[in-house]
């Protein structure tokens, strides 16, 4: 599930566990671990501006989610 946690927060999507702390408070952990560096650090150049555009659609994602 890393992975898919780390491109969803890298995709500026990490309202989608606001209000789940369990969650939240496992990403924190995973994050701290030596490991994860082998994946927050793959690739660097195709991150560099994908952040924003998850925030972009954040409004729509979350009226999706509601629905």
């Given at each position: 599930?890393?992975?898919?946690?780390?491109?969803?927060?890298?995709?500026?999507?990490?309202?989608?566990?606001?209000?789940?702390?369990?969650?939240?408070d496992w990403f924190?952990?995973?994050?701290?671990?030596?490991?994860?560096?082998?994946?927050?650090?793959?690739?660097?150049?195709?991150?560099?501006?994908?952040?924003?555009?998850?925030?972009?659609?954040?409004?729509?994602?979350?009226?999706?989610?509601?629905?």
């Amino acid at each position: 599930m890393t992975p898919y946690i780390e491109r969803a927060d890298r995709l500026g999507l990490a309202g989608l566990w606001e209000d789940r702390s369990r969650v939240a408070d496992w990403f924190t952990r995973i994050k701290a671990r030596p490991s994860f560096k082998a994946i927050s650090d793959y690739p660097p150049t195709d991150y560099d501006d994908t952040g924003r555009d998850g925030l972009k659609k954040w409004t729509r994602i979350k009226e999706l989610i509601a629905s």
